[in-house]
C-alpha cells in the first residue's frame, strides 16, 4: 500500500515536472538568422526586448555567413530531421517554397487583426505570402544600390558622389594614386552577386532590370546592354586590393570605416556597422546611389517565416509575428539596421539623412511601379536561376573572361536551371 502510494507521487511528481518543462518550451520562440555582425545583432536586441515584454523568452540560433547561405543550409538540415525552429529568417522565394511543402504556419489571423495588407508595400507583401496566405512577416526594407564612401578620403580628394560611371572610375583612379583601396570588396559569390544587381540597374535602368533579372527574357540576357553590365564588374574588379577574396562583407565596412578604403558597394546594412562604430552619415560617411541608379530602388526585405512546430507553440509564433510589426519595433529596429521599416505607416522621425532618402527613394520607386526585387539577395528570380546566375557572375569577376562570353554563358546558365 504504502509502496503504491510513492509510486503513485513519484509518477505524479514526473508528471509535474514534465508538463513545466512543456510550459516552459512554449513560453520560448526560437529564432533562427544570420544577424551577426555588431550592427545586426543591435538591431536585433530590439526584437528580443520586445518579445520578452509579451511575455516570451528568445532562444537564439545564429548561424554565421553574410547572406545567409550557411543558415539556410542549416534550416535545410532541421526541417529534413523534422525539428524546424520556430521561426526563421528568410529572403524572397524561400517562403513560397516551404509554404509549398505545407511546413510553414499560416499567419492570416494575426495579419487580419494587425492590417497587414494595407500597411505593407505590394511588392514586399509578394515574399510574405502564398496563394493569397500570409507565411512570413516583413521587419525591414534595405536597398543594394549604395556606395558607402569614407568621407575624410573624399575632402581630402575633393571628389563628390559620382554621377556616372566614368566618374566612378576616374575616382577610383585618384583614390588609388593618393594610396588608398579604391573599393572595399569582400570576394564572396554573394558580395559580387550584390554589386552586379547595381551594375545591371545602372547599365540598364528599372525595365531592362526587370525583363533580365525577374522575368529572365533571354534577349535582355543576352543584350549588349549587359555587356555593359559586366564591363562595369570588369572595371570595378580592378579597384579591389589583393587580398579580398573570401572577406566577409563586414570587415569590407571596416576598411572604409577606418580609412583605408575609400567606398563600399553594399546594401544598407552597412550602415548599421557605420552606426555601431559611432560614426554619422554627412560626417564620417557618405551614403550615395551606385552611378546610373539614382532614384532606382533594388529591394531586399527580410522576412520571418513561421514554423508548424507543434499546436503547443503557435501562440507564441502569433506573438513573435506580432512583434515583428509592431509599429515601435519596426521604427527602432531599422534606424539601428540602416534598413526602413516595412510598414508604411512608421515616420521618418528619428532616421538619418541616409535612412530619410531611402524611404523617399522607395516611395517614389512604389509610385512610378519601380521598385524591383534584388537578384543577390532571391528577390528577382528563383532559386536554382539565382545560383545559376551567381556562379557566372563570379567566375567572370575572379578570372579575365571577355563580357561578350560572359553574357553568352548567362543566357545558356539561365535557360538550363529553368
Ligand atoms: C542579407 C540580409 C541583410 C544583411 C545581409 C548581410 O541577406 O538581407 O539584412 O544582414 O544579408 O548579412
Redesign the pocket.
Known sequence: MFKKRIVVIAAALLACQALSAVAADTKQVEVMH??T?GG?AKALSVLKDQLKQEGYAWKDSPIA????EAARTVLRARVASNNPPDAM?M?GFSVQDYAQQGLLLNLDNVAAKGGWATLIPAPIQRFSKDDGHWYAVPI?V?STNWIWANKKIFDELKLTPPQTFDELVADADKIRKAGYIPLAHGGQP?QEATIFDSAVMSAGGPKFYTDAMVNLDPKALGSKTMEKAFDQMRALRGMVDPNFSGRD?NLATSMVINGKAAMQIM?D?AKGEFANAGKKPGVDYLCMRYPGTQGDFIF?T?QFATFKAGDDRQAGEYAFAQAVMDKNVQAKFNQV?G?IPARLDVPSDGFDECGVKSMSDMRAALKSGTMVGSFA?GQAMPEASKTAVYDVVTHFFNSNQSSADAVKQLVTAVENSK
Open positions: 544570420w544577424w555582425s545586426e555567413g553574410g547572406g545567409g529568417q529572403l525591414d534595405h554573394w562583407w546594401g546594412w531586399v527580410d539596421k534598413s539577395h
